[in-house]
């Protein structure tokens, strides 16, 4: 692992300081003396949390784990800091997250860039795969999980910079509680929602999760609703078995908003509410049903087994008129409408033995997943008769005020259609060891069965590929008191060339061996008391098999691209002091291009890799009903594409919150965001598709518990 100096120095130094902080301020000691609690191991809880806070996770191993337990960098979004800052979209949950860079997906999808590997497709609900590229509602999720680095253990193919988990609310036997929420913004924009949970007894529950939504903000045409459910069952079947099942429909539409162009390598100035599509053209909807299942049973206190299935059917249409380039005079718009209809069904098996012998704790995982995915897609470009061609230039200034008018547009022609059929088994194994009080090791390696056929229905050019990889995870831990980890990790992944969402071979790309993502991690853990936790590590992320030109015969493709990222992360989340509740993160990556690929030459940065981010929020209660909270987001200035022509300047975004109780059951808050009004741009597509990030706004919410 060849980190720099500086990177050493900075995770050395950061603990140092840290720790010093921490035994000097008065809050901290006094959390610091409270963190002496019983060193006997605590009862695990599946995803346990306090405040900010979570404690244990199941998605980074497939068992009941303490976060610190855990050889991996682990960020971990619940649903209490959510509710706190009024967050509505899954993008403004990782825009607090060290290490991940928001996309702006085109104005229809989730996209990120985490530790520089940008993805549409790794993203998971409950460990398993949600690969569609849509916008993920929030609505009910009790916590968002970010596991970083190479995942291919635990996920199967892709993950290499790492994977969004969603875990859903799930029905809980014998307690009955719910509460309704409103909440309405000030461009408009509102929202009802409602998590009722009924219990029969003990043994049986079930739980419903809706919500209405509809958007607005500050851009020009800007508008959407979204409409989603989320019933679920639980019951005990006898005392060791449990019976979970669940079903979401998720209908969204909103207008397909790709921003601005940029001008001089920045975004152009004096449009930033313009847009740049057309009324009634740009749109984009989804329809989503999911049915899942899962039977859980323990044998005896020692051996227990789950099993998962989940059957998915996506709808998913989006067109969209956008800026293609642009002068201080013209611009140029391009078009084009996609539609993809896909079926993922998903099946996994757990098997979990818990046993020990002496001063030896072992927990033993095997497991195996089968997947099948179906998709249809066609694509179309648009057209303008008056202009007889497929792009057209106008006056720019007639987008800022709003006066631009765009000919009829028409999309007469599928340029690109294809079918393609993915099926995937692996199975794996995994060792959790224990060597007394000190040392734990977490290893593990997967096997993967992936075969994609796809057929180009254009000219029904019929391609097939078989990948068979292994994928390894080891880690080391050591503790020194059962309050610190320090952990040093190795892992790996793999992504077939189709892409994440699996694109059409072709005669290359079908005789083309996958990517490789290989990640060395150091880091440390520190329980600084029960609801208090600090974390910080160092990682270097090689991407290599990526595509490139033959250097002696241009026409042939050879895998002898690379990338390579390397960075720092570090956190601090929980209760300060019994009032007081805080996130802080802060996050160091640099991501270059080693060996020319197909993109761009060696030597190129990363795109959309941002060198520094921070994020804070922080709640403080004066009262039992009455408390305020404050936020702070920077990033500083990242290329907006691979081309490294076009810079999102740097941003600091401050927010604000107050909070009151008016009853037992009765709570309002009022979140500013935006505070001082700041202008900005969070992200882009590629150059001339840049977002711009909403001004001062203010949004109220009363919520109702029964």
Sequence with gaps: ??????????????????????????AFAAVSAAANYDDAEPIIVTGKTDGYVTKETVSATKTNTAVKDVPQSITVFNEEQIEDQAIQELGDVLR???????????????????????????????????????????????RVEVLKGPNAMIFGRGGGGGVVNR??????????????????DSFGAFSISTDANFASGENEAVRFNGIYEEFNNHRDEYNGRRIAVNPSYAAHLGEST?????????????????GIPSLNNEPIDGYYDAFFGEEGVNDTTLKMHNFKARLEHEFNDNVEVNITSQYTDYDKFYRNVYARSATATTVELDSYDNGTKRQNFVTQANLIWNSNIGALDHILLVGAEYGNQQSVSERSNGYWPSTNSTRLTLPISGFATGTATLPEILFPTVTSASDSDAEFFGAYVQSQLKFGDLVELVGGVRYDRFELSTV????????????????????LIVKPTQQISLYSSYAKSFLPQSGDQFSVLDASTSSLAPESFTNYELGMKWDIASDLAFTAAIYQLDRTNTRASDPLNPALIVLTGETRTKGFETQLSGNITPN?????????????IRSTTTSAPAGRLLAQLPKHQFAAWTRYDVSDNFGFGLGLTHQSSQFASISNTTKLPSYTRVDAALYH????????????ENLFDAEYFPSAHNDNNISTGEPFNVRATIKFGF
Aim: charged fraction near 20%.
């Design 456 to 475: 180009n229905r254009i000219n029904n050019f019929a391609a097939s590929r078989n990948d068979d990889k292994f994928s390894p995870r080891i880690g």
């Design 242 to 258: 449990r019976l979970l099942l669940a079903y979401e429909f998720v209908h969204d539409r909103r207008v397909t908003d790709r």
């Design 580 to 592: 007081w509740q805080a996130s802080l993160a802060y996050s160091y990556q640099e991501g270059e």
């Design 167 to 184: 875990v859903i609310k799930t029905p809980q036997e014998g307690d009955s509680f719910g509460d309704a929420t409103l909440s309405v």
């Design 1 to 26: 692992m060849t980190l720099s100096k500086a990177t050493y120095s900075l995770l050395i130094s950061s603990s140092a300081i840290g720790a010093a902080m921490m035994a000097a301020t008065p």
């Design 96 to 142: 607090y997250v060290p290490g991940v860079s928001v996309g702006q997906g085109e104005g229809h999808r989730d996209q990120i860039t985490l530790r520089g590997q940008n993805t549409t497709a790794d993203f998971f609900v409950d460990g398993l795969r949600d690969d569609i590229q849509y916008f993920r509602p929030i609505y009910n999720v009790e």
């Design 661 to 672: 109780d008016l009853s037992e059951d009765v709570q309002v808050q009022l979140n500013v």
